[in-house]
């Protein structure tokens, strides 16, 4: 069965760094956009990054551009998240997904991850 495998979370002081990864199993993902979304307490889920796979094209949300870097490693059928800067806003569960269209629309997403903790101390 398809399983997406979050890690790289933890605990980080305001403008260090972290990496996500998150580690895809189960199908072919070649013809799949993978995205990161996060979700803050007491708030909605939110959008964050997406890679097509096959291409390589991305697009961040804005507040994060500049500061966040989406990639894959097509042999290791992982997608990453480098999140540089980081504010105590960033401070959210960081979900990793997977669909076959290009979106920010988190309902256009087939498979999700478990996700992974980050939190950003002032």
């Known amino acids: 069965q398809v399983q997406l495998v979050e890690s790289g979370g933890g605990l980080v002081q305001a403008e260090n760094s972290l990496r996500l990864s998150c580690a895809a199993s189960g199908r072919s993902f070649s013809s799949y956009a993978m995205g990161w979304f996060r979700q803050a307490p007491g708030k909605e889920r939110e959008f964050v990054a997406a890679?097509?796979?096959?291409?390589?094209?991305?697009f961040y949300k804005d507040s994060v551009k500049g500061r966040f870097t989406i990639s894959r490693d097509n042999a290791k059928n992982t997608v990453y998240l480098q999140m540089n800067s980081l504010k105590p806003e960033d401070t959210a569960v960081y979900y990793c997904?997977?669909?076959?269209?290009?979106?920010?629309?988190?309902?256009?997403?087939?498979?999700w991850g478990q996700g992974t903790q980050v939190t950003v101390s002032s």
């Open positions: 997904a997977a669909g076959t269209l290009l979106t920010a629309n988190d309902r256009r997403y087939d498979y």
């Open positions: 890679i097509a796979w096959s291409s390589g094209t991305t």
